[in-house]
């Protein structure tokens, strides 16, 4: 009875420790300890939809793109992955892949595996001429 | 080579062609009845009224000429991995020769994009499909590798990829483990252009191949496969290919 009274003091004590955590106003310092993707964005700016609805709706617009591509031949660029890469790609490694690559690090951070690079380029066409 | 296997013309085919051929007539410049392989938008999909073929002139193609076969590997990315047995393979030249009469022919061989393709019957993802205007392609979003497609096709056209591939040409995505065969470049189709071994073959000045919409009369190759005796290779297995030999 005893020890099972103090057991239940001590959950409530805990409860109210993280009861005040959530209420108290979080340091400043404590954002800097949250590791964030570090991504080479060399084109800031507007894509072909706002940052939104890219971060979130991107795999479907390209499932979408590419059974259109595939099954009907429309080629559009808007949502199409040639042109992801085209404009994405890393003007130091040249590529979408890479520790700091458009596509690479996002995904390294949430832990979703990219298969679109096992067959698609990861590097822009690149110019008639131009060497790599 | 037998006869073509198209000769029983059915009603319904006969009533078809008929309706094209009047659609086409011209009811004012510029306004048809049934618009025959219009320009295709951007945003507009592929037709059923366009069936894209090749026409091989097989006494225009050189025995040892392989120019075709080095512009499609270098088009689509096709490399020597240093293992010819097992590389993937879109287009090969085969060299033929009748006993008898001790006639060769040279003809370069690639997917015939049959009109009704065995690959398409056997696939068990529907990964191997045909396109609306006759295009047979392999989607390999759902490819397996199973190679059931390689099995069916008479014409030995696929080819499954052993190894993992890097540099892709953007246009071309190519990778380990999914079945693949010639595309007819249809990436260039869909920009207007012509396909990379045919016109590998016209800039060299062989003019061996011939690439074109054989439902449009108004096309070079309908009115060459009007007007010339020409054959498609296993015409007996009545698959239609849309690819004609013509010499053979």
């Known amino acids: ?76 660029r808007k949502h199409s992955l040639k042109e992801c890469v ?15 690559g458009f596509c690479q690090s996002c995904h390294d951070y949430a832990s979703v595996r990219i298969d679109c690079f096992s067959c698609h380029a990861a590097k822009p066409k690149l110019a008639s001429g131009a060497k790599p | 080579m ?70 499609c590997a270098t088009e689509n990315g096709l490399k020597d991995t240093g293992h010819p047995r097992t590389d993937a393979q879109w287009i090969r030249k085969v060299e033929l020769k009748d006993m008898r009469s001790g006639r060769t022919h040279s003809v370069p061989v690639m997917c015939q994009h049959c009109e009704h393709p065995p690959c398409v019957d056997v696939c068990p993802t529907g990964a191997s499909f045909k396109r609306a205007d006759g295009i047979v392609l392999v989607d390999r979003h759902i490819c397996i590798g199973c190679r059931y497609c390689m099995m069916a096709c008479p014409y030995k056209a696929r080819s499954i990829v052993f190894a993992e591939i890097t540099d892709q040409n ?58 010339y005796a020409s054959t498609q290779i296993r015409a007996d297995l009545r698959l239609n290919p849309g690819v004609r030999y013509q010499g053979l």
């Open chain 2, 170 to 227: 953007p246009d071309v995505p190519r990778g380990n483990g999914c079945a693949e065969g010639c595309t007819l470049c249809v990436h260039r189709i869909d920009h207007d252009r012509q396909p990379a071994c045919v016109e590998a073959c016209t800039r060299a000045g062989h003019n061996a191949m011939l690439f074109g919409d054989l439902n449009d009369p108004q096309s070079e190759i309908a009115q060459r496969v009007a007007k």
């Open chain 1, 86 to 100: 085209q404009c994405h790609a890393s003007t130091k490694t040249g590529s979408v892949l890479g520790d700091k």
């Open chain 1, 1 to 76: 009875m005893n020890s099972n009274g103090i057991g239940a003091l001590a959950g409530r004590i805990a409860r109210a420790i993280c009861l005040a955590a959530l209420l108290l106003p979080v340091p400043v310092s404590a954002a800097g300890r949250v590791p964030k993707p570090v991504i080479d964005i060399d084109k800031p700016g507007k894509c072909v939809e706002d940052t939104a609805t890219m971060r979130r709706e991107h795999p479907d617009m390209l499932r979408h793109q590419r059974d259109l591509t595939m099954h009907d031949g429309i080629r559009t």
């Open chain 2, 2 to 71: 037998s006869a073509d296997a198209n000769e029983a013309l059915s009603r319904r085919g006969f009533l078809a062609i008929s309706a094209a051929t009047l659609g086409g007539v011209m009811l004012a410049p510029g306004i048809r009845l049934i618009e025959i392989a219009a320009a295709r938008a951007p945003e507009q999909a592929v037709s059923r009224q366009v069936r894209w073929g090749l026409l091989i002139d097989t006494n225009k193609c050189a025995p040892g000429c392989d120019d075709c076969v080095k512009a």
